[in-house]
């Protein structure tokens, strides 16, 4: 016997902006999947865009793919549209795709507005495709140009990394509230806290250099991840 699909709405938490463009390059990735892939699905509005363009795929043309989602979010849309899933652990994805928050023109990105950073840069590094599918907007000139770093740490560490980031050249620093929807901190897809940090600049060692902090779980910097830029 199967629960009722519809208890929830499929339906993003905002207004998704830049709706039109990121629909285009949704449509774009849809046209890549092939019957029996493993697909890796990142997080954030232009991926749930995309899932639900896939979605229209499978059913039209009869095809099936084994989704590996990197959020609790996109889990569900899966589930809702039918797009059976599997975790990293059990399969390893033959290509995947996911949105960004700024690409730089090396193709650097920063990530994780959504807070799921970790499990995005688990699946891109053990996917031999990685693409990043982007509206006009997101395009930098330099990262941090107009977003902060998301930086994910083990609640217990927070003030140690606090600490330990200061050393380096951070401008401003800013533990990721809830807002509206909890009070308190945002809680990571895996339990941790968020300090969104502004660096004065971004290097190659950058990323390196924050995850060598203890306490540092992973960051949404993503330096030198061969990928493929799809732009609307
Ligand atoms: C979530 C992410 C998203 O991919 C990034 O924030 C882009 O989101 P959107 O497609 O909604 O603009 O990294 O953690």
Sequence with gaps: MNWDKKLFDLKWSQDII???????VAKKI??????????????????????????KRLKNEGLKILAIPTSNELKMTCSF?????ASISEVRPDWCFDGADEVDPHGWLVKGRGGAMFNEKLIMVNSAKRYIIVDGSKFVEHICDKFPVPVECVPAALTSVKN???AMNVTEMNLRLAGKAKDGPVITENGNYILDVKFSDVN????????????????????DYNVEIIRS
């Design 81 to 85: 549209l039918g797009i059976e899933t």
């Design 204 to 223: 190659r060692n950058t990323e390196k250099d924050i995850k060598s902090i203890v306490g540092v779980v992973e960051s949404g910097l993503f330096i």
């Design 164 to 166: 330990s980031l200061s």
């Design 30 to 55: 849809a046209s890549f999947v092939k019957d029996g892939d493993v697909v890796g699905v990142g997080s954030g509005s232009t991926s749930f865009l995309a899932v639900q363009e896939i979605a």
């Design 18 to 24: 830049n709706y039109d463009e990121k629909l285009k």
